[in-house]
């Protein structure tokens, strides 16, 4: 179900499962009203047909807020995530050799993401550190939606294979 304006301003699931409780309250109130006056019009079969449609509302409305709320429980991905975009961003960030492990999770507008950046063996912590604070400032800034990322930070040691690089980057120019 559609709420309209919770859904077009970003609303939380939670409200948006709010939003649909009340109206099935509402639904079922009217309906209730409807079952009495065609009783009273000696139609008592209306009861149990009234019944009927309440319990088939009920049952929409609690499958719909469970279809909504999986994504958030699962971790699914927000639709339309460009994660060449996230790439190019990624890896035009001076100082990062390559980067593997991205994944992302939310809806649009509150893109939350995490991967491990690939850095030069010979740098210290705080260089490490700072090239990571550089990338998620960049990708905060730059990705609209992004809200938080979490990155570790990977030496260039040889023992990690940057499987999210393109061809081309790849250690040993992506042969094999």
């Known amino acids: 179900m559609n709420t309209g304006w919770g859904e077009k301003r970003g609303g939380s699931a939670f409200l948006l499962a709010d939003a649909k409780h009340t109206f099935s309250d509402v639904a079922v109130s009217i309906s209730v009203l409807v079952g009495f006056f065609f009783i009273r019009l000696g139609y008592p079969v209306a ?29 699914t991905p927000p639709p339309d995530i460009d994660y060449e ?63 938080d990322v979490l990155i570790h930070t990977d030496p260039d040691d040889g023992s990690c294979i940057p499987t999210d690089l393109p061809p081309h980057r790849r250690p040993g120019g992506g042969q094999g």
């Open 47 to 75: 009861d149990a047909v009234v019944g009927f449609v309440i319990a088939l509302l009920i049952g929409r409305m609690g499958v719909g807020v469970v279809k909504d709320a999986m994504g958030v429980l699962i971790d």
């Open 85 to 147: 975009r996230f790439s190019v961003i990624i890896q035009n960030t001076p100082g990062v050799v390559g980067y593997h492990d991205l994944r992302c999770r939310g809806k649009p507008g509150e893109i939350f993401c995490d991967f491990h950046i690939i850095v030069d063996a010979g740098i210290t912590v705080r260089e490490g550190h700072e090239i990571a604070d550089q990338v998620r400032d960049r990708l905060i800034a730059e990705y609209a939606g992004v809200t």
